[in-house]
């Protein structure tokens, strides 16, 4: 009778704990999700505007143009690698397009195209210098972010390209459904990109490059071209960021894209990806990057000063690095 006493102690107090265990995981798991909806509902409370459809399309707009680069910088932080170049690229790319758009106005699909084109070569010569000369990431697109920005103040001899026909305009201001191009470019990014990341063997690879990069290569993955590769799509998708801004303002301004790489970073890390590499998603990155323009979006409605929300934005990476860490280290126990 004592031992069945004792059985029956043992196996609620097994339940108990594999029951506080769950919900404490299910916590940490979807602890942005809660930060958003207590954030949704903080403002929502605050201000009677900010749960309206007007204000949904602002905040999805707002959305667009760092969501590319945020999919680009999700792609590389999962190799364990890192892309400070993408809001140099974005000026770069604009100041081309603008450029050839402003001497030749029939030419206007090559001027998109060559903008994006030059997107790409930068994030290919950050690829080559990452993948085959070994030289660490951080440095890397450091030198191009440089780069980048002298030669979009180069292409403008210092000042912003202004003149660009109406029809440039049209590629970001133009709607659908009550929604601007640039949104559906969005949501056709992600979905894109979480098929392949999720269902494809190059997604495979990138997080094993991510997760052990010579294990990978003795397994057989060619390290070097999922290397080129995530940093030419990087590259790619700034590109068309800065085609979207200076569609957006009609203009080439030589500082577009100034500290949008970090917001990128900003919003992968708050997804839940890792530093390290192997570790992160594509709907994650869509969380961080939604969790940012909201709070940045309710702020503004409050009439917050800018300086306070950067602060509250640094903060929030703090405290998401700081859970996922702590996440990191339970689950390897």
Request: glycine content about 12%; aromatic content about 10%; overall charge positive.
């Amino acid at each position: 009778m004592v031992k069945a006493t004792k059985l029956g102690d043992l196996k609620d107090s097994a339940k108990s704990q594999w029951t506080r265990d769950s919900i404490t995981n299910l916590l940490v798991r979807n602890s942005m999700v809660f930060v958003l909806l207590i954030v949704i509902f903080y403002f929502s409370v605050k201000n009677d505007g900010f749960m309206t459809i007007p204000n949904l399309r602002t905040i999805m707009i707002a959305a667009a143009p760092f969501a590319l680069i945020t999919l680009g910088q999700t792609l590389v932080i999962l190799t364990g690698g890192i892309d400070l170049s993408v809001g140099s690229i974005i000026a770069l790319s604009a100041m081309t397009g603008a450029k050839i758009v402003v001497d030749n106005p029939d030419q206007f699909w090559f001027a998109v195209f060559a903008a994006i084109f030059v997107g790409f070569l930068a994030g290919m010569v950050n690829g080559l210098v990452v993948s085959y000369l070994n030289v660490t990431p951080f440095v890397a697109t450091l030198g191009m972010l440089t780069i980048a920005s002298g030669l979009a103040y180069v292409i403008g001899q210092g000042a912003p390209i202004n003149g660009l026909p109406e029809k440039w305009g049209d590629i970001a201001n133009s709607k659908f459904l009550g929604f601007q191009t640039p949104v559906y470019v969005m949501i056709a990014g992600f979905v894109i990109l979480a098929i392949v990341m999720s269902r494809t063997s190059f997604g495979l690879r990138i997080y094993a490059v991510g997760g052990n990069r010579t294990a990978s290569e003795v397994a057989g993955v060619n390290t070097r071209r999922i290397l080129l590769s995530v940093y030419c799509i990087s590259g790619t998708l700034a590109g068309i960021s800065g085609v979207i801004l200076s569609s957006r303002v009609i203009s080439g301004p030589p500082n577009l894209g100034v500290g949008y790489e970090l917001s990128a970073i900003a919003a992968v890390v708050i997804g839940g990806a890792s530093l390290v590499g192997g570790r992160g998603t594509i709907w994650g990155s869509l969380l961080g990057l939604f969790l940012i323009q909201t709070l940045n979006n309710g702020l503004d409605i409050l009439i917050i000063p800018a300086y306070w929300q950067r602060v509250i934005s640094g903060v929030l990476i703090i405290a998401a690095v700081t859970v996922d860490m702590w996440a990191t280290r339970r689950a390897s126990k």
